[in-house]
């Protein structure tokens, strides 16, 4: 199973982006989805998550209101819509994927990761 993650990129405060994970060598629905990230010098740190059948979301509270976690199973895919971006949204943003059903925002329970993508917000 790979995950590919990509939508990155630049933008100002107030911005948005739309992040997209792939997952590729399994269906989706055997996968609890989730987002992370990590800034420089700081620690990876949860955002998002999606349940295997998209009925149930999860967010870390600075970025409730403004992302928007998703997930199409005809496409593989799952997305991260990220409006109203501030500088302090700025990190490298992990796609990651668990077999087991009740698991949160702990990144020790998701064993397969992608790649990232770097996202940047200027003020």
């Known amino acids: 199973v790979q995950l590919q993650a990509s939508g990155g990129g630049f933008t100002q405060a107030g911005g948005s982006l739309r992040l997209s994970c792939v997952i590729s060598g399994r269906t989706l629905s055997g996968y609890v989805m989730g987002w992370f990230r990590q800034a420089p010098g700081k620690e990876r740190e949860f955002v998002a998550r999606?349940?295997?059948?998209?009925?149930?979301?999860d967010y870390v509270a600075s970025v409730k209101g403004r992302f928007t976690i998703s997930r199409d199973g005809a496409k593989n895919t799952v997305y991260l819509q990220m409006n109203s971006l501030k500088p302090e949204d700025t990190a490298v943003y992990y796609c990651?994927?668990?077999?087991?059903?009740?698991?949160?925002?702990?990144?020790?329970?998701?064993?397969?990761w992608g790649q990232g993508t770097q996202v940047t917000v200027s003020s």
């Open positions: 990651a994927a668990t077999d087991v059903p009740w698991a949160g925002g702990d990144s020790g329970a998701y064993k397969i």
């Open positions: 999606i349940d295997r059948f998209g009925g149930g979301t």
